[in-house]
């Protein structure tokens, strides 16, 4: 065990490179520093292996058994240093890279279940990245990436959105309402919010599409029923108005004819 009275965790409590000998072995065992296991060998090089942090994450060992080839010396001790630390350094990247697939994993997945739809588009306006929520209406994101965004926005509101991106670009953040084509071509109406970010050098539009159909409708249909109360009131008014007036009219008939008498 690493942990145990052996060379590597001598190794690992001294945390620096060594280079022992037969002597070196013989004087550690007597001292009851590290108790030997394994081979006999004539020459025994470890050194650290570090993360990018300087955490001590392991031990790289080589060992030499036979006494007639090169003794090692400190240029090997150097060498092997070099080599820890690209390996090290390999480990360490591959751990984070580990990290960021099961992050972007996790992202992903959240964002594939989301109700609203997540896009990105370049400064040209086309799209690099739809999740599946589109195809609530009738698209495919694999469909979609690559097109212009005046393919969806209706041609109302291409100019309003253009103007939106315009002023995004400028840090003014807020929200805005838009029309949309579905894939049958009927009109939705959506709330998009959006951000600027950098990606390979090059700005780019990310948002968050919030279908607001429903609300619109029911705003429309209040509107309507508003306009349509104000348009009864309006008529009850002339009803009443008339009607007074032709009530009026007899008694002032009257009241003229009592006068006569």
Known sequence: PINGKTLTGYIIKKQEPLLLGRTDFTNLERLGIVELI?????????????????????????????????????????????????????????????????????????????SDIIYTFDLKGYLTYVSSA??????????????????????????????YTMELLRGNFHPVTIKLYHKDRTILHFQTTNSVFI??????????LTDITDRIMMENDLK???????????????????????????????LGFAEIL
Request: net charge neutral.
């Open 38 to 114: 394994g081979g006999d060998s004539e020459e025994w090089m470890g050194v650290p292996l570090r993360s990018m942090k300087g955490e001590l994450i392991g031990v790289i060992v080589v060992q030499r058994y036979d006494d007639t080839t090169r003794k090692y010396d400190e240029i090997d001790v150097n060498t092997l240093s070099f080599v820890s630390n690209q390996i090290a350094m390999a480990i360490e990247l591959k751990k984070r890279e580990q990290i960021l697939k099961s992050s972007e994993a996790k992202y992903r997945s959240l964002i594939e279940n989301l």
């Open 134 to 163: 589109v195809m609530k209406y009738g698209y495919t994101p694999g469909e979609l990436i690559g097109k212009n965004l005046d393919y969806l926005v209706h041609e109302d509101d291409i100019l309003k959105f253009k103007k």
């Open 199 to 208: 990606e390979n050098g090059k700005k780019k539009i990310n948002g968050v």
């Open 224 to 254: 309507s029923s508003e306009q349509k109360l104000l348009e009864a009131n309006q008529s009850k008014d002339r009803f009443f108005s008339i009607l007074a007036h032709d009530l009026k009219s007899p008694f002032v008939s009257v």
